[in-house]
């Protein structure tokens, strides 16, 4: 009850104020460590009130994109400075919201504010080159203009992370926003968006409305005045999302699922391989899209990686995310958990052997949270569920091969192409992976999740529109190319 006295609501931010949704009916946000915990109200808008955002995001525009890109950048710096000022603030309600672990939330909110520091930077760059004219006397050259108003639709797993390494390019190269995050991670976006507003962020410039993704990130896609969408969640929305913008001309990025595998060669280091495969596979309860999930073992290291695997999965504290100890929080909501627990049912209804973990804790003090324990199968053939499909859970599947050849043929054999790691000390092994995996993020001797806010992050095949984000890579997305020929 006491939780219940102190619980804010909070509002939309539409024009630089912060309003109620035209519904008056809030959506309450719950940590899943603790459901009877509300962490705070969010507004559940409706389309008048998304139409009230992409207007005031219209009128801004203009003038922000007038707006040098050093001017916009000491935007962005305010901004960072904001956020780390209250970094564990913003961590622990990123916790108390979705579940990963403190550290976890912590890192992650660093890296927002390091991201964007970076595209502060980037408004200092160039953005486009001379190009000799056939013409000797002219002088052609190439500059970019921002898209507009750009609707920004993330996901609940990097609440800060995502949300910033799409706000931060679409800023800085003069964009204005309409910013609808996934409503279990409304308040973390409230905070972003409270750390902007402080930063004096001219009004308009950010929006944020929060509500369902049927009808505010829907309009989001179908909105005649916003310019370009970018998205990061499930196939099926993304792909919903992708149609409906190219139905009526908008721009539009995807990122979306990941079913990506390690491979641990017969000379690998067995240590570092099973680490990083814990920790690929595990952290953040193996909510990320570049989670590993297939782990495909050679037969002379199979006995011996297996063995050190199991014995560390076992000793992994699962418990609430902001507790010192906790090494796996939950679930991040009541489906995930679901989902979960029905790929592991289908996992052994197809013939796959359980070995590790497989169902809900039994711990008492755990009964009130979506926790799942940490689990591992083997015998895992390439045509099984588990072996195919996005389970974006704590679930790790073993498959043993003989060769590199094999491993690589298993590794390719899904939809997805987003991150894929191998374990070895064989140059021939890493050119052969580096070359034939179809992946956008290759990775050797290190997990298959991270991504570094200055490289390019996309997938390829199902796992993104085939574009990419972040890094130099981001202007892409966010600005147009014009070619300029003049002439005396
Ligand atoms: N690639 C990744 O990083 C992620 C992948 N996923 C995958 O998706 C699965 C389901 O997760 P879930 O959260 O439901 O993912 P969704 O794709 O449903 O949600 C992502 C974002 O899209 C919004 N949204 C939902 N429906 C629509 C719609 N019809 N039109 C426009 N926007 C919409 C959501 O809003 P709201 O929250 O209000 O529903 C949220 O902001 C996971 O199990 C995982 O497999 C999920 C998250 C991240
Ligand atoms: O691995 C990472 O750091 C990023 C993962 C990611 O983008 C996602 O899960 O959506």
């Known amino acids: 009850m006491a939780t219940e006295t102190q619980v804010q609501i909070y509002g939309n931010y539409i024009n630089g104020e ?18 009877k915990e509300v962490v705070g109200y969010l507004q559940n808008s409706t389309s008048d009130d998304l139409n009230r955002a992409v207007a005031a995001a219209k009128e801004a525009q203009p003038a922000w994109r007038k707006l040098s890109g050093a001017v916009r950048g000491e935007y962005l710096y305010k901004i960072a400075s904001e956020m780390e000022k209250r970094l564990d603030e ?22 927002g504010i390091n991201i964007l520091r970076y595209y502060a930077g980037e408004g200092m760059r160039k953005v486009g080159d001379v190009i000799p004219s056939s013409d000797s006397e002219a002088l052609m050259f190439t500059t970019r203009v921002p898209l507009g108003v750009v609707g920004v639709i993330t996901p609940w797993n990097f609440p800060v992370a995502i949300p910033i390494w799409k706000m931060a390019p679409a800023l800085i190269y003069g964009n204005s926003i309409v910013f609808k995050p996934a409503s279990e991670t409304g308040v973390t976006a409230a905070k972003i968006v409270e750390c902007m507003d402080a930063a004096g962020l001219p009004a308009g410039v950010v929006n944020l409305v929060c509500g369902s993704g049927s009808v505010i990130g829907q309009g989001i896609a179908e909105h005649p005045s916003i310019n370009g969408v970018t998205f990061t969640g499930s196939n099926t929305v993304g792909k919903q999302i992708g149609q409906t913008c190219l139905a009526r001309g908008a721009k539009y990025q995807l990122e979306m699922g990941g079913k990506n595998p390690v491979i641990v060669a017969n000379d690998a280091d067995l240590d570092q391989a099973v680490e990083a495969t814990i920790s690929g596979g595990l952290r953040s309860t193996g909510q990320k899209c570049t989670a590993t999930s297939r782990v495909i073992v050679q037969s002379g290291i199979y006995d011996a990686f297996k063995e050190k695997l ?164 981001a202007i892409e997305f966010f600005t147009a190319i014009k070619t300029v020929f003049v002439k005396p």
């Open 310 to 473: 199991i014995e560390k999965v076992e000793a992994l504290k699962v418990g609430d995310g902001l507790q010192g100890e906790t090494w796996m929080g939950p679930c991040a909501n009541a489906n995930q958990l679901k989902t979960v627990l029905s790929y592991i049912e289908k996992g052994i209804a197809e013939g796959a052997t359980l070995i590790a973990g497989g169902g809900k804790p039994d711990a008492e003090d755990l009964a009130s949270g979506y926790y799942v324990q940490p689990t591992v199968f083997e015998d895992v053939t390439g045509s099984m569920s588990i072996a195919q499909e996005e389970i974006f859970g704590p679930v790790l599947a073993l498959m043993k091969v003989e060769t590199l050849e094999e491993a690589l043929e298993i590794a390719n054999d899904v939809e997805y192409g987003l991150s894929a790691s191998i374990f070895t000390k064989n140059i021939g092994n890493m050119l052969a992976f580096i070359q034939d995996m179809d992946a956008g993020l290759v990775r050797i001797n290190a997990e298959s999740a991270g991504v570094e806010l200055q490289a390019p992050f996309g997938g390829m095949k199902q796992s993104s529109s085939h574009s990419r984000e972040q890094g130099q890579a």
């Open 18 to 35: 912060w309003v109620t949704a035209s519904s008056q009916e809030p959506i309450a946000s719950i940590n899943p460590a603790n459901t």
């Open 90 to 111: 913003i961590a622990a309600t990123m916790t108390r919201e979705m579940g990963k672990t403190f550290g976890e939330a912590k890192g992650e909110t660093l890296r």
